[in-house]
Nanobody, 127 residues
Framework: QVQLVESGGGLVQAGGSLRLSCAAS????????AAWFRQPPGKAREFVAT????????FYGGPVKDRFTISWDNTKTTMYLQMNAVNPEDTAIYFC????????????????????WGQGTQVTVSS
């Protein structure tokens, strides 16, 4: 089964940019549907974005649409989340997730629909 490791988190000023990475081992993203979630302080985990390695089934959550972008490396073993124009509301632990099968459309937003998770990386946006 695939193992996921996030990196790239840190402290960034409001309006700045950050790129997160999610490295897969034990498999590639060609075999899995992938997603990003985040968990703000004291809040539940929430959906950020999802895509396939072909880039043909992209969906972004409302708060990040037009600011965040998913991309992939050539080997399809690393997924990126480019975060632009960040604001303090983006402060959270960011997790990547994967599923062997695409969750049903109404289940994509639910963390319970995703089988594999990384340990998370902290992103803090200062105002």
């Amino acid at each position: 089964q695939v193992q996921l490791v996030e990196s790239g988190g840190g402290l960034v000023q409001a309006g700045g940019s950050l790129r997160l990475s999610c490295a897969a081992s034990g498999g590639t993203f060609k075999s899995y549907r992938a997603a990003w979630f985040r968990q703000p302080p004291g809040k539940a985990r929430e959906f950020v974005a999802t895509d396939t390695w072909t880039g043909e089934d992209t969906f972004y959550g409302g708060p990040v649409k037009d600011r965040f972008t998913i991309s992939w490396d050539n080997t399809k073993t690393t997924m990126y989340l480019q975060m632009n124009a960040v604001n303090p509301e983006d402060t959270a632990i960011y997790f990547c997730a994967a599923a062997a099968r695409r969750p049903r459309p109404w289940d994509v937003l639910s963390p319970r629909s995703w089988e594999y998770w990384g340990q998370g990386t902290q992103v803090t946006v200062s105002s």
